[in-house]
Nanobody
Framework: QVELVESGGGLVQAGGSLTLSCAASGTIRYTSAMGWFRQAPGKQRELVATSTSGGRTNYADSVKGRFTISRDAAKNTVDLQMNSLKPEDTAVYYC???????????????WGQGTLVTVSS
């Protein structure tokens, strides 16, 4: 069994910082990419940032220069450092991973349970 466990959400004032962490555990052979998505009330889930095994990172335009994703491939963890937070960053943040499950040798896409980030004005 493979699962993603997130931590680090909470309430912060505008201009503040938070760090989200996610760890993948279980029968993992290889992780090709990990990242973060978010879903605000009444909106669709959207990409925030991703990091691939080749070292490439991709950010939503709305968070460029404020958020930084960092991934430890050996530990199957990914963090999202969020600075200069804005009220519009308020959302449930979901960790995402694309990996090969060693039980099946097949790619799987996994989602974490979500962690709420609330930015007050």
């Amino acid at each position: 069994q493979v699962e993603l466990v997130e931590s680090g959400g909470g309430l912060v004032q505008a201009g503040g910082s938070l760090t989200l962490s996610c760890a993948a555990s279980g029968t993992i052979r290889y992780t090709s990419a990990m990242g973060w998505f978010r879903q605000a009330p009444g909106k669709q889930r959207e990409l925030v940032a991703t990091s691939t095994s080749g070292g490439r990172t991709n950010y939503a335009d709305s968070v460029k220069g404020r958020f930084t994703i960092s991934r430890d491939a050996a530990k199957n963890t990914v963090d999202l450092q969020m600075n200069s937070l804005k009220p519009e960053d308020t959302a449930v943040y979901y960790c995402n991973a694309n990996l090969i499950d060693s039980r099946t040798s097949r790619y799987r896409e996994l989602w974490g349970q979500g962690t709420l980030v609330t930015v007050s004005s």
